[in-house]
């Protein structure tokens, strides 16, 4: 089994308006951690920007305009994902793991539309695996004594210590992600 546990950070919430600008995650074929990737990118040229998606990483925008282009951060992200998997083999794809998995899903097909390449669904199981909506089921019982669902209430709740200046750092956020996961799902 070949699972990637993927986050994103954005320039604002519409995957068809807004843009990456980091891609984070790590990469574990049956249950071993291979690989760990933390790429910073610009944002597409014409994306908007919102400056609160911005302040939650505490980020400016000549920080993120001086990321480095997609063009140079997509054969680097290509390359590690064809190290463990062909996407020319229909029954070689990765379980595509988030926290919120639609969204980040969203944004990171958009990246590979920006990046001129359609190859996205090859890559991944088309059901994506969300950390959320398994913690949901997980937590069930006591969501009522939660203020919300975000991935650092749920994290609190399950007793893992969470770094808040560190939060909405797609590589902190998707540790915080796999660390939830290896909880409700009982893997290791």
Not at 139 to 165: C, S, T, W, Y
């Amino acid at each position: 089994m070949k699972q990637i546990f993927i986050d994103v950070e954005t320039t604002g919430l519409n995957h068809w308006q807004h843009a990456v600008h980091q891609i984070s995650g790590t990469i574990y074929i049956e249950n071993v951690l291979t690989d760990t990737f933390d790429y910073k990118v610009k944002p597409h040229e014409t994306s908007k920007v919102e400056q609160a998606a911005l302040d939650l990483g505490g980020l400016k925008l000549e920080t993120v305009y001086a990321y480095p282009h997609r063009t140079i951060v997509y054969p680097e992200l290509i390359a590690l994902l064809e190290k463990n998997c062909n996407k020319h083999d229909p029954k070689d794809n990765y379980f595509f793991c988030a926290y919120n998995a639609h969204f980040d899903n969203a944004f990171l097909k958009a990246f590979f539309k920006q990046c001129n390449d359609t190859t996205f669904d090859s890559w991944f199981w088309s059901n994506t695996i969300d950390v959320m909506v398994l913690a949901a089921e997980y937590l069930k019982d006591i969501r009522h004594e939660m203020p919300n669902f975000k991935l650092k209430a749920v994290a609190n709740k399950l007793g893992i210590i969470v770094d808040e200046k560190k939060l909405h750092d797609s590589l902190y956020d998707i540790q915080l992600t796999k660390k939830v996961y290896d909880i409700i799902s009982k893997t290791k």
